[in-house]
């Protein structure tokens, strides 16, 4: 057995240590606060552990019912999140878990602080594992991997973010360190580092793949024997998984399920990199953010004999280590800054090695000298990160927006755009099972907060977006709406949905990633001209300075723009399936025959349509619900009529879009539909709530079916409480009707009575003047002399 020797030690000069993990907290701590109370981060850990509260009892849920990580951080930041609380309530911040989650609702920031300070807090303890890993490959090491782990960049926004990536590094790393403790005999077992690599998978799945490293350090240290012992290490790293994750196998269906979403993420890729392998922006990112000195220091650590001659076992577990933290997102198509996390700590373990041992003769002086220097590019790169502005553009441009944005401005805006609370974000909020259960202050508050007339485009950026087709047998049969999920974008960029905007805010985190991915998405190009060459800017928010974000741009949008979208089209129902592959109706046809063209039922769409329901559902519904309702607001019931059919098109059953779409196509003066749209409702659902009875009494009305809508109005006022409102609203609108009504009747009868006086006017004109035909005249004799005589009258 291999064993170092004492100056080999494995721990760092304390004094050492501790001076890294202060720059490393100090530099980190900058960074809790930022751009808060605007929370626009992903964030999945802590929004799907909020998620496990019932909002009602404050009751745990452990089934996430989200598997595209594992749950280990989940879980993590729900205890965390139940302490916050705990604390809240002690100190009467919050009465129930309702008013918690509304709390984080409008003004998240305990809540993201603490949770930040969860990713800083791991950190810290993957630098420690960072130094002791060092320490192991070269004296002297672990100090300065310490500090190249401490100021990268990457590192540093990274922890002060909320994934789950950090989570795995650092399980994965204390993983590797007991790998190298049980090769170097100072742990009796290999146990220890098979617990931490389950740990580590259970933070995120490509955790396990440290078990490789581990197979070949057992394999270096006992040869042929190492299979079966590689094999309990998997059995108990697996075990660990399932107890981090204990739903991938008691919600099987739905951890297959989102698992193979992932597995086609990372092979598909995304929005921006969709059509290429992601190794160059990885290798980009990672000398960007160390600089070339460590990059290239950490590649000739595999060649510098004094570490092959001093721990060559460890040197291969490490590089090993290194190899498959990297080659799975090298060859995959995402590229995410956050993924390289664990490839930076190695990077920086490696790099100290080898600078260390080629400064191994040189005064201690010149060694430290040289492992700054070494250092100077991520040095100075944290220092202008340690002193950015907690100010971000979004920040900046929901400021603007607050002093200059009216009332009655409807704004569009991209994904990563101003963070601004909209009147659909609080009546779905007042929806909630939270509302109902929250305390009145914090209820008030929800209704008293500034709302904004916003609506956000939605952003995909990868998966396979399916039809679901029900054959005839009752099994399904999913097809491919979509070549690539970046084209479900297209919808969103139908010129036609613009034309209903007063302002329109284009984000550069989705504006560049669409530009690099045009072929697929040409509608988005064609809105960015037309904004550039159309609109005005209002407001334009650049990154500069200590300032950081997306560059954001504010078009405000007038009459005449407005007017060149007209040759594109007005919207129709069926507006959000013109981007679906053009053979998509023809594949459901050779599944179901002819009567895939024609409609699943009256009014109803084509049954082909009716099976993209889980992408209408997914992302237009609730788009197409948000602009539709703000448009309604303002009576622009033009634009609010399509996204309010086409919802009630493809769910008849929704009784909000019936009566959305109801009220818009009877304000344009086409009460018809209107009362097609409440029949086909009403076969769909049975009984109507009294609201939309209410609504199909006016739609009677404005049809010219004025008695069917009175007694309509009748029975509501009959069947329902006088006190409520509905009935108050029906007995007003009957006694309108009936007064109108008796004013019509009223003016008819004088009218009549005109009419009859001029007809007996004229009849008697018309007597007069036969009376005076009727008489003879009296002949006069011819005067004498041919002069008329005159004689004087009677």
């Known amino acids: 057995m291999h064993v170092h020797p004492p100056q080999a030690g494995p721990r760092p000069a304390f004094a050492a240590a501790l001076g890294v993990l202060l720059v490393a907290a100090i530099v980190r701590a900058t960074r809790v606060m930022h751009g808060l109370p605007d929370f626009l981060e992903e964030a999945l850990p802590l929004r799907q552990a909020l998620q496990l509260f019932d909002p009602a009892t404050g009751a745990f849920d452990p089934n996430p019912h989200f598997f595209n990580y594992p749950s280990l951080s989940i879980y993590v930041h729900f205890l965390v999140q139940l302490v916050v609380f705990a604390v809240g309530w002690m100190l009467g911040s919050w009465h129930n878990a309702a008013d918690y989650l509304l709390s984080y609702r409008l003004d998240p920031t305990v809540m993201v602080a603490v949770a930040r300070g969860v990713g800083i807090a791991v950190d810290l303890l993957a630098i420690v594992a960072v130094m002791r890993i060092g320490e192991r490959l070269m004296r002297g090491a672990g100090w300065v991997a310490g500090l190249i782990a401490a100021v990268s960049p990457l590192l540093i926004v990274t922890s002060s973010s909320i994934f789950c990536d950090g989570m795995m590094a650092c399980a994965g790393l204390w993983a590797l360190e007991r790998v190298l403790a049980w090769c170097d005999g100072d742990e009796p077992r290999p146990m220890a580092a098979a617990v931490l690599i389950g740990i580590a998978a259970g933070a995120k799945y490509p955790g396990a793949l440290l078990l490789l490293p581990l197979g070949v350090a057992m394999v270096i240290r006992d040869g042929r024997g190492a299979l079966t012992r590689w094999a309990a290490c998997a059995g108990v790293a697996l075990a660990v998984f399932l107890v981090t994750t204990p739903f991938a196998v008691l919600a099987w269906p739905e951890f297959v399920r989102d698992l193979s979403f992932e597995g086609g993420h990372a092979a598909e890729g995304h929005l921006g990199s969709a059509a290429r392998p992601a190794v160059l922006f990885f290798l980009r990112l990672l000398v960007g953010d160390l600089g070339w000195a460590i990059a290239l220091a950490a590649v000739a650590a595999a060649f510098v004999p004094a570490l092959a001659r001093r721990a060559p076992r460890d040197m291969v577990v490490v590089l090993v280590a290194a190899a498959v933290a990297f080659a799975p997102i090298a060859l995959g198509r995402i590229e995410a800054d956050r993924y390289l996390v664990l490839t930076t700590f190695l990077v920086a373990t490696l790099a100290a090695a080898s600078i260390v041992t080629a400064m ?416 003879a005249p009296t002949k006069k004799p011819a005067p004498a002399s041919g002069v008329a005589t005159i004689k004087p009258g009677r």
């Open 360 to 775: 191994a003769r040189a005064p201690q002086g010149v060694r430290m000298s040289v492992s700054l220097a070494a250092i100077a590019w991520p040095l100075w790169a944290t220092s202008q990160l340690s002193f950015e502005s907690p100010t971000t553009t979004q920040m900046q441009a929901r400021r603007w927006c607050e002093a200059n944005v009216a009332p009655d401005a409807v704004l569009i805006q991209e994904a990563y755009g101003v963070h601004l609370f909209s009147h659909g974000m609080r009546e779905a909020a007042i929806r909630t099972p939270e509302f109902a259960a929250a305390s009145s202050k914090i209820q008030d508050r929800v209704r008293s907060v500034r709302a904004f007339r916003v609506a956000t485009l939605p952003l995909v950026v990868s998966g396979r977006w399916n039809g679901r087709v029900s054959l005839p047998d009752g099994s399904r049969r999913e097809l491919r709406a979509f070549d690539h999920g970046v084209e479900v974008n297209r919808i969103f960029y139908d010129p036609a949905l613009f034309a209903g905007a007063d302002y329109v805010v284009t984000s550069s985190a989705v504006r560049d990633r669409l530009i690099a991915d045009s072929l697929r998405v040409p509608e988005a190009l064609a809105v960015y001209r037309w904004l550039e060459r159309h609109t005005t800017v209002a407001a334009r928010f650049d990154p500069r300075g200590r300032v950081r974000g997306p560059s954001l741009v504010v078009h405000k949008v007038e009459a005449p723009a407005r007017a060149l979208l007209a040759p594109s089209g007005a919207l129709d129902p069926m507006w959000w399936t013109r981007p679906v592959a053009a053979d998509y109706a023809d594949r459901v046809a050779a599944l179901l025959g002819p009567q895939a063209m024609r409609p699943a039922s009256d009014d109803g769409p084509p049954l082909w349509v009716t099976t993209l329901k889980p992408i209408f559902d997914s992302k237009v519904g609730g788009f197409a619900s948000e602009l539709a309702l703000e448009l309604a607001a303002l009576e622009r019931y033009p634009g609010s009529l399509p996204l309010a059919l086409s919802i009630h098109t493809m769910h008849p059953e929704d009784l909000g879009a019936c009566a959305l779409a109801s009220v818009a196509a009877r304000r344009t003066g086409d009460p018809g539909l209107a009362l097609r749209v409440l029949e086909r409702t009403r076969r769909s659902v049975g009984e109507m709530p009294s609201e939309l009875e209410l609504e199909t009494a006016r739609a009677q009305v404005a049809s010219g079916h004025r008695e069917d809508g009175a007694r309509l109005l009748g029975r509501l006022i009959a069947r329902l409480d006088s006190t409520g409102a509905v009935a108050m609203q029906a007995m007003r609108e009957l006694a309108e009707l009936n007064e109108a009504s008796t004013r019509a009747q009223a003016e008819s009868a004088a009218a009549a009575q005109a009419a009859a006086a001029q007809r007996a006017a004229a009849a008697a004109a018309a007597k007069g003047k036969v009376a005076a035909k009727g008489k």
